[in-house]
């Protein structure tokens, strides 16, 4: 597949994926059973996938990350309906109003930014994109995550996710521990915490979900260290189940749109989600030109 189609594919992953995670919360579906139920549509998807829309048009517009331009549109279009964190949404009003993103980014959180999982789980369609060169997909997540994510965990968070992305897009067969590793070997250092969480999945491969999550967090501490070693370990064990994936993440609670937006994007290219599920979700906005 060419770039773009690899990057829509994952968005359309990604997309759903978010859209069905984000039902559970609501009151009225609680009653269900995720690994088996279906909540009712139509299915909304939250800043999870506005903000990868984003990220996909800027691709489709630069070939890159242009960074200025990606802080633009994210404030932009930013919709505080789509569920939009509190740090997120005061961020992208201040660049709106016309300061700087890089002074916004570094002044948020006392002043170390934010390490989050929002840079994570936008960034599985990038790293589908740069399919090719997975270096690359790591320097230019790292790009996307700076916009508003400047803490190392954060920007760490983003790396591991795409470059994951960027492999299971191109592998013919890829293997569970390749996942994981290559994802950690791309990882910067300096972000500690998500690497030691990759390092504990590793040990984890032959555990349900559940007790994996028991172990690497669930999002539920919305942190990018609580959620991405989850989310590649849940890859990693179920390469080819795009349904069984984004169900499990939905199965153990937390922070459900999230860990099943990044896992539905970067299985997404591999498996397509179910034509039901795609329906049920409503349609990407307009402005999506891609």
Not at 3 to 29: H, K, M, Y
Not at 36 to 62: F, G, I, K, N, Y
Not at 192 to 208: H, M
Request: hydrophobic share 40%.
């Amino acid at each position: 597949m060419a770039p773009l189609t690899r990057a829509l594919a994952s968005l359309d992953g990604l997309s759903v994926g978010d859209a069905f995670g984000d039902r559970f919360f609501e009151a009225a579906n609680r009653g269900l059973a995720p690994d088996r139920d279906l909540p009712p549509s139509p299915w909304a998807w939250t800043d999870d996938t506005e903000m990868a829309c984003t990220v996909v048009d800027v691709l489709a517009r630069h070939d890159r990350i242009e960074q200025d331009d990606l802080a633009t549109r994210f404030a932009e279009r930013m919709d505080v309906a789509r569920a939009y964190g509190v740090g997120a949404a005061e961020l992208l009003t201040r660049v709106r109003t016309g300061h700087d993103w890089r002074v916004a980014a570094c002044d948020s959180f006392e002043g170390k930014g934010s390490y989050g999982n929002g840079a994570a789980m936008r960034v599985a369609p990038l790293g589908a994109y740069f399919a090719d060169d997975p270096d690359r997909a790591a320097q230019e997540a790292e790009l996307s995550a700076e916009v508003t994510h400047v803490h190392p965990e954060g920007v760490a968070g983003a790396v591991a996710v795409a470059v994951a992305a960027s492999y299971v897009a191109r592998a013919d067969e890829p293997t569970p521990r390749d996942v994981i590793e290559i994802a950690l070997d791309h990882t910067p250092g300096s972000g500690e915490y998500v690497r030691r969480g990759l390092r504990r999945a590793l040990n984890l491969l032959r555990q349900t979900p559940k007790e994996a999550a028991h172990e690497l967090g669930n999002g539920s501490r919305i942190s990018a260290q609580d959620t991405v070693p989850f989310c590649l370990w849940l890859v990693a064990t179920h390469l080819d189940e795009y349904e069984r994936a984004v169900r499990a993440c939905a199965a153990v609670g937390g922070d459900m749109d999230t860990t099943a937006a990044i896992v539905g994007g970067i299985l997404g290219v591999r498996t397509a989600p179910p034509e039901q599920w795609l329906q049920a979700r409503e349609p990407l906005p307009d402005w999506l030109g891609a």
